[in-house]
């Protein structure tokens, strides 16, 4: 929204003003006043937001006037800085003959203020002259009630008659193939059931094969395919080359259960069905829609499973464990209002769900009295007394609810990415700060605070975790699909970003004239048909590309995107291939985040080092190497410089605060890590290095100068020529891993399991990942107390037989993943005590029948404090004939 737009706009003031008063002292002054101005429009954007009367045409009408003037301002002193700004040879920002446009911009300014900035800024203060500004009473500390973003799957309230209705279902014998359907309203249950019955200790015993795959209303066939096939360990998904006669070969020798959730059309079921083993009559596939009739065409011997509502007790019950947990109570004074509310969601879980995360925010602020949740059961009862239970008024209820206007713009957001899309938690953080979404707070980084917003978005139900990092991070989420139409109809609504479509006559919506309207685009469409319209972007600030399949553009519709949108702050590009560098990219000196997909790009031109702005820079290639000639040291904002091509950077000349803001850089050439690189980069917390590491053995430097380092991935490239020198990396040096290390990865590294004595050191390891024989030999004695704080332990493709551990070492380990291990004899029993996941794939039979000895030692553990074991044998693993 504005709020962005307001501080970059007062970011770009500033640097003027600040640098260069001596080129712009005609327009100093007006500077000033206009940055006064905006300050105080930002407050009262802030106002009406927080009004309850949104619908009253007069503050809305304010509201969109003075987000037009902030836009106004916005573009004319960026469309200043594009003309007229450069870099210096150390970085710094300049101007190119600035001094001759001086009047030109005063006049600007003083027109814009006197035209738009100052009449709307009048009017806002006559308007709320009479409402009392919500400056004055601050609640001091924030405390905020927070849960495990995976908890969700622990929230699963009612559906025990439809789950054993459905499991009975799937032990049935039949004929043929048999498809079970589950139908029923967005919001109902279906994905929730579907995964509860995925996830069934019974259903994980009849089925060795479980294949789980979202199908949205957008989905590519192909990727539903290849989705499948990537259950099946040996399968290339690099290529579509017989993919339907893949699939089908992969399905015909297996006893598989299929859940393909959210099919959405007739025709996608028949796409899919086509590739199913009719034959394979011990299978079967479980489907959610919320067509009925794509549930009845896709069953067989029994009409569709239609869902049910939630009973008053189960909705009740639901509502306790979102806003209390699982071993909460609710006071009794609030138990009537509570089944109140409850009753009011008329059975939707989602309004159940979204309604508890607004108690408990109010819980987490102190607000947990009767009369605020009396608040909260009139507001209820307006919005789903509807026959249809409006949730799309659940979420605004929601969204209005919200803190403050950047976590509104944050949650607005999601919308940008395809239905059902799985956002990488990553990338999404980064477009966030990018956008201006995330402010400046004491204490905390920008990724820090974004963190905060994604968490709290997730527990008030808004977003779905959907995959976990080792150590409980969020690695990926996605938006039910009621949630994001809200985000772009209330996007929409405020200016925040709009999505390009196409309508059912393949007209372009909106229409290609209006896009010099828009701010933010996003599109799921060919780029080719959209940009050979030459659409007017001269006001676009983002440019975010999903589309399904790579896109290789023609050279000129390549150019057209930079020539078009000079004041571009995102361009987010993965799906389009580039086969040449985009013709005056350079001259987007906005740019704070960037993707650039080029399949062999080998050098990154030195043009790059205009992007002064630049914070977040992504480049996928499939080159083992990447020569960068742009000096990154004078890029003094860039943050995130992300790829798997080994680096090449050029040197770092002088000091000064050059690469101090560099808080990723993966993946660094062994020859680039040097200490003064380092230095420089002195605030890295994610690092990753390839090539020939046994370079990195004649490097000399302090561990202090790598004293922030959190995340570290060593790859050693064998692809070198051996004269380059011996390829192997025979030791660890002992000073090599700082103690802030919690995150190791090792790839094709050869080491001799003894030096893992050196890494066993590493206090605050949490997590180590040994891939593609990192370590060699047959035996490792893990003994003393190692590894005291290790939670995660990947060990995959090694030689290793024997593998002892004494008492007190991988005392904390929780999660252990075994795969390619086909020699390993046992895995230590000593392990069951902490161990909560098991996990093993293509490993000796003795191993697997230690892993259930590890099971079985762990339920004669009655003891509270000792959580359940959950193991999982894949594929490669031959269950022992006396184990029941």
Not at 30 to 50: I, N, P
Not at 407 to 417: M, Q
Not at 752 to 761: F, Q
Request: aromatic share 8%.
């Amino acid at each position: 929204m504005a709020d962005a737009a307001i501080t970059f706009l007062l970011e770009s003031g500033a640097q003027l003003v600040k640098s260069y008063v001596n080129l712009i002292s005609e327009a100093e002054n007006d500077l000033k006043d206009l940055k006064d101005e905006l300050v105080s429009l930002k407050t009262y954007l802030r106002h009406a937001a927080k009004q309850e009367k949104k619908d009253e045409p007069t503050l809305a009408d304010l509201e969109r006037r003075m987000r037009l003037a902030v836009y106004a301002a916005e573009d004319t002193i960026d469309n200043c800085l594009s003309s007229h700004a450069g870099t210096s040879k150390t970085g710094a920002f300049k101007f190119r003959g600035f001094n001759r446009k001086t009047i030109s911009l005063a006049g600007e300014v003083k027109s814009l203020r006197e035209r738009l900035v100052t009449p709307v800024l009048n009017e806002a203060k006559n308007y709320f002259s009479g409402i009392q500004t919500g400056g004055g009473h601050g609640t001091g500390v924030e405390v905020t009630v927070r849960k495990d973003p995976g908890a969700r799957k622990d929230k699963i309230v009612g559906f025990e008659d439809e789950e054993e209705t459905i499991t009975k279902y799937l032990k049935q014998e039949t004929k043929e193939l048999d498809v079970i359907s589950i139908i029923g309203m967005p919001g109902l249950g279906k994905t929730t059931l579907a995964w509860k019955i995925y996830e069934n200790a019974e259903i994980e015993i009849e089925f060795p094969k479980r294949i789980f795959v979202y199908v949205s209303q957008e989905a590519n066939i192909e990727d539903v395919f290849l989705a499948i096939l990537r259950e099946f360990p040996g399968e290339d998904t690099s290529h579509t080359g017989n993919l339907r006669q893949r699939v089908r070969r992969c399905l015909e020798t297996t006893k598989f259960l299929l859940v393909l959730d959210d099919v959405s059309s007739i025709d996608d079921w028949r796409r899919i069905q086509a590739v199913l083993p009719t034959n394979n009559y011990m299978s079967k596939v479980l489907i959610t829609t919320r067509e009925t009739n794509v549930g009845t065409q896709a069953n067989v011997y029994r009409a569709p499973h239609q869902l049910r509502f939630l009973r008053k007790d189960e909705s009740w019950k639901l509502l306790q464990l979102e806003v209390f947990g699982s071993c909460g109570v609710c006071p009794s004074e609030l138990v009537e209002i509570g089944e109140y509310i409850a009753e009011q969601c008329r059975g939707l879980p989602l309004a159940v769900v979204v309604i508890g995360g607004v108690l408990l925010y109010k819980r987490s602020i102190n607000q947990e009295s009767p009369e605020a949740w009396r608040e909260v059961s009139t507001d209820v009862y307006q919005h789903v007394t509807s026959q249809d239970h409006n949730v799309s008024d659940i979420v605004a209820w929601s969204y209005k609810k919200m803190p403050d206007d950047d976590l509104r713009d944050c949650f607005l957001y999601l919308g940008v990415f395809p239905e059902d899309y799985e956002i990488p938690a990553w990338t999404l953080i980064r477009l966030w700060i990018s956008e201006g979404f995330i402010q400046h707070k004491q204490g905390q980084s920008l990724e820090e605070t974004a963190e905060k917003n994604l968490d709290e978005l997730i527990n008030r139900n808004l977003v779905m975790v959907d995959k976990m990092t080792p150590i409980g991070k969020v690695k990926t989420c996605r938006v039910h699909d009621v949630i994001r139409q809200f985000c772009i109809t209330k996007a929409d609504e405020q200016n925040l970003f709009k999505e390009i479509k196409k309508s059912k006559e393949g007209a372009f919506d909106p229409p290609v004239s209006d896009i010099k309207n828009y701010r933010r685009l996003c599109i799921h469409l060919h780029l080719s048909n959209f940009l050979s319209r030459k659409p007017e972007c001269g006001h676009v600030r983002s440019f975010l590309c999903f589309y399904k399949e790579p896109v290789i553009l023609e050279p000129d519709y390549i150019s057209a995107i930079p020539e078009a949108s000079k004041l571009l702050r995102v361009w987010d590009s993965k799906s389009i291939k580039f086969n040449q560098f985009p013709p005056k990219l350079q001259k987007l000196i906005h740019l704070r985040y960037l993707t650039l997909s080029w399949d062999d790009l080998k050098v990154l031109p030195k043009d790059i080092s205009e992007l002064w702005n630049l914070q977040t820079l992504v480049i996928e290639t499939n080159s083992s190497t990447l020569e960068i000639k742009a000096n990154i040291w004078k890029m003094i904002r860039l943050r995130h410089l992300k790829t798997k091509a080994a680096i090449k950077l050029l040197d770092r000349e002088g000091e000064g605060k050059a690469g101090e803001n560099l808080q990723t850089l993966s993946r660094l050439s062994p020859e680039c890590c040097r200490e003064e690189v380092f230095t420089g980069a002195c605030n890295i917390k994610k690092l990753g290095i390839r090539g020939r590491l046994a370079t990195l053995l004649d490097v000399k430097y302090s561990r202090k100068t790598l004293a922030l380092l959190e995340k570290l991935k060593l790859v050693n490239d064998t692809s070198y020529e051996s004269e380059s020198g011996n390829l192997l990396l025979e030791r660890l040096p002992t000073n090599f891993f700082p103690h802030t290390l919690k995150s190791l990865t090792l790839s094709d590294t050869s080491l001799d399991w003894s030096d893992m004595s050196t890494l066993a050191k590493i206090n605050d390891l949490q997590v180590l990942k040994l891939k593609n024989k990192a370590f060699q030999g047959t035996s490792w004695k893990a003994v003393g107390d190692g590894f005291q704080n290790l939670k995660f332990l990947l060990i995959a493709s090694t030689d290793l037989v024997f593998w002892e551990v004494s008492t007190g070492h991988l005392r904390s380990l929780k999660s252990l993943v075994l795969r390619e291990c086909a020699k390993l004899r046992n895995i230590p029993l000593c392990l069951a005590k902490s161990l909560q996941i098991l996990e093993i794939e293509h490993v000796a039979e003795t191993a697997v029948e230690s892993a259930y000895k590890i099971q079985e030692e762990k339920e004669k553990m009655q003891n509270a404090q000792f959580s359940k074991l959950k193991l999982i044998v894949g594929h490669g693993c031959k269950r022992p004939q006396n184990w029941n």
